[in-house]
């Protein structure tokens, strides 16, 4: 178990794993614009009727194939370093759950408090533990499964940004105020989002001490003949869960179709801006490089609202 502090016990743990994954991410964020460039030159290349321009095609082809065939290679072994930082860390996480729990006072066969008064912290309960081995667990390990992209998600921004200004100008300003109403507008529902996960944990918390009550006296409860009360005791709190559950899918469903629209809006008001306000000519050359850009920019878009949630789902 952790002498000092748990974050800092996870992460000198982890740390050859997350530097290997910091450098492996490294290579696929600044490389990973070569494709998109090399596509660029393809393409102008095969417009050009030129005769050195068939070489130029050829070569930049090669050397897109060799930068896709690195991304290959970069991303076998930082999935094998990020599977094995994630595992470790969920199993550490275990382990420190259950030295806690075996340490701390059960109050799950205790009686109910009165209505409205808040649980005691220092209550190691089997709903407690069950949320915290099922949910918050898997939620600090995923944080280090995506340890790397949330620290170079703003590199990725940055030279998209500056790749697609040299493409199409001016335009690729109105792509930053998509993103920015994007977040305007996600940024309540994210708020809302968080409470109501918050609210079905409490609720599921409760379900399981109720579960766990009725199983632990299930033979006392038969003879005084209190079955079919604790039963819809039981019955009560799964109802509740259910409802805050219902309420958290529906704003993740929200949620997720904001997100998914926006790549397509980011490059409908570029091209828009391209073509009818500042009247130039759209190339095909000029419109697949932005479209790659486009998708290549919806990762790193919604990493860093995803690490800001913290939440695993």
């Known amino acids: 178990h952790p002498t000092h502090s748990l974050l800092r016990y996870l992460l000198v743990s982890n740390s050859l794993d997350l530097i290997l994954d910091v450098l492996l991410e490294t290579w696929s964020a600044t490389v990973g614009f070569v494709p998109p460039y090399a596509l660029q030159r393809i393409l102008t290349a095969l417009a050009d009727p030129s005769p050195g321009a068939k070489s130029t095609a050829y070569l930049f082809a090669v050397v897109a194939f060799f930068a896709n065939l690195s991304f290959a290679q970069v991303d076998i072994n930082k999935l094998w370093f990020t599977r094995r930082c994630y595992e470790r860390t969920r199993g550490q996480l275990f382990c420190a759950l259950h030295y806690k729990a075996l340490k701390r006072r059960d109050v799950g066969a205790q009686m109910s408090k009165k209505e409205g008064e808040e649980e005691e912290e220092g209550n190691a309960d089997l709903g407690k533990i069950v949320n915290l081995m099922q949910g918050d667990a898997y939620a600090v390990a995923l944080r280090f499964w995506q340890f790397s992209g949330f620290f170079l998600a703003p590199v990725r921004l940055v030279i998209a940004m500056v790749f697609l200004y040299r493409v199409v100008g001016w335009s690729a300003f109105a792509a930053v105020a998509i993103?920015?109403?994007?977040?305007?507008?996600?940024?309540?529902?994210?708020?809302y989002d968080v409470y109501l996960m918050r609210q079905t944990w409490k609720a599921r918390d409760k379900r399981m001490n109720v579960v766990n009550e009725l199983w632990q006296n299930i033979r006392f409860l038969k003879f005084y003949g209190w079955e079919y009360r604790w039963s819809d005791r039981v019955r009560e709190a799964r109802e509740s869960?259910?409802?805050?559950?219902?309420?958290?899918?529906?704003?993740?469903?929200?949620?997720?179709f904001?997100?998914?629209?926006?790549?397509?809006?980011?490059?409908?008001?570029t091209f828009v801006c391209?073509?009818?306000?500042?009247?130039?000519?759209?190339?095909?050359?000029?419109?697949?490089?932005?479209?790659?850009?486009?998708?290549?920019?919806?990762?790193?878009?919604t990493e860093i609202p995803d690490q800001v949630l913290g939440k695993c789902c």
């Open 241 to 256: 869960e259910l409802r805050w559950q219902v309420k958290a899918n529906v704003v993740d469903v929200m949620i997720n």
């Open 179 to 191: 993103v920015l109403v994007v977040y305007i507008l996600n940024y309540p529902l994210a708020k």
């Open 258 to 269: 904001i997100w998914n629209w926006m790549p397509s809006a980011t490059a409908l008001t």
């Open 274 to 301: 391209y073509t009818v306000i500042a009247g130039q000519r759209l190339t095909v050359a000029t419109a697949f490089t932005a479209i790659s850009l486009f998708s290549y920019l919806q990762g790193p878009m």
